[in-house]
């Protein structure tokens, strides 16, 4: 799902893609944009950013997803579940690099700072980032960087404004199966920071599209140290925004994070409680709209969830 500043609820859709869910392309809204069931996508925004969410979720799509899922999960042995819950066996994601630049080579991102971010995605998934943060099982190498130019791509519109970025990029260019996570790197406009798809959609169009300046040492500060990547893999792998649904159950799927209200302290680093519910809200949290450097952890829930999305939707 797209790291997107907005005043809104980013859509998670249910999360992994290596068993696509029958019936094709997602669902379209009436804006043309691809609708919040398995497949779809979340987003970031920067503070102040004009564009909106093109993915957010209804309560009502929340809970379509999260029958997918348990569907999914229904089919697994309950051996197989439990090791799911466990995340027993330790999962390497192929990166396909998509770099997107101008006809005449602008914009071309290079292999230091494509390796940079990739130390970033690693630290994260890997709970290194701070002493509270949870190990996940998944790690990431890079299987190959593959740069396009292409001018129209390069300046990718907001898919909820002009879907046909999204749509013709991706079915050009997508590498791999539904475990393989292609990594767009483009030139994103009105505060839209990165995008990305759900598990379980249409092969085609799964993957995350990020601004090409988020990454480590570019031009987006405070939204320049590489976590909009890390924010959208979340997405990419079943999770939601820490606010989604605000204060009202079950909030993000997740029981140890904290439920927060939707709202501008989203974008800020203060520890507020702003819901009845206890705890106060995890501003540290991957999943929320802080700037990259208050981000610095992932939960042990969010890691269960992840392994359970991976298995249920994404493993070969």
Not at 211 to 238: I, M
Request: glycine residues 10%.
């Amino acid at each position: 799902m797209k790291r997107i500043i907005m005043a809104g609820v980013a859509a998670v859709a249910l999360l992994a893609t290596g068993s696509p869910v029958a019936g094709g392309s997602p669902a379209l809204d009436v804006a043309g944009a691809p609708c919040s069931e398995p497949g779809s996508a979340g987003a970031r925004l920067k503070e102040g950013a004009t564009a909106g969410d093109p993915n957010t979720v209804t309560a009502a799509q929340v809970r379509s997803m999260e029958r997918a899922f348990e569907a999914r999960l229904s089919r697994m042995s309950p051996a197989e579940r439990a090791a799911a819950r466990r995340g027993d066996l330790p999962v390497v994601i192929n990166v396909f690099w998509q770099v997107i630049t101008r006809n005449d080579g602008t914009g071309n991102v290079s292999n230091l700072r494509i390796n940079q971010q990739l130390q970033v995605l690693n630290d994260a998934y890997a709970g290194a980032t701070s002493a509270s943060a949870a190990d996940t099982r998944f790690s990431f190498r890079t299987k190959r960087i593959i740069r396009t130019a292409e001018t129209a791509w390069y300046n990718w519109a907001d898919p909820a404004v002009d879907p046909s970025d999204d749509a013709d990029a991706k079915t050009a260019l997508r590498r791999g199966g539904a475990a393989a996570l292609n990594v767009y790197l483009a030139n994103l406009g009105d505060g839209l920071l990165g995008y990305a798809t759900f598990p379980g959609g249409a092969p085609t169009r799964d993957g995350v599209v990020v601004l090409n300046a988020s990454l480590p040492g570019g031009r987006a500060a405070p939204y320049n140290l590489g976590d909009t990547l890390t924010h959208e893999v979340g997405h990419w792998l079943g999770l939601y925004h820490t606010f989604q649904g605000g204060c009202t159950y079950p909030g993000d799927e997740v029981a140890d994070t904290p439920r927060q209200a939707v709202g501008a302290h989203i974008y800020e680093c203060d520890p507020s409680d702003t819901c009845a519910a206890a705890g106060r809200d995890p501003v540290k949290n991957f999943m929320n709209y802080v700037d990259d450097a208050c981000m610095s952890k992932f939960t042990a829930g969010q890691a269960t969830r992840m392994s359970q999305q991976w298995d249920a939707f994404r493993a070969p």
